[in-house]
């Protein structure tokens, strides 16, 4: 599988260690129209889609 630089975002770990920081909440903001994440997500498995949608609270890129 190939790699894309949002699996290592130096700003993800900051919403996993708390969604309510500045940084963690512009993170998730950014998500939502990052085309970076939109090719990580949109080439990932199912279930790991799923995963990223519970841990993210993400509801774009349904098919």
Do not use: V
């Amino acid at each position: 599988m190939a790699q894309y630089p949002c699996e290592n975002c130096k700003f993800r770990p900051h919403y996993d260690k708390n969604p309510k920081s500045i940084i963690g909440r512009f993170w998730r903001w950014h998500i939502n129209f990052c085309p970076g994440w939109k090719q990580y997500f949109t080439h990932q498995t199912p279930e790991k889609q799923a995963e990223l949608r519970e841990r993210y609270h993400f509801e774009k890129y349904k098919e």
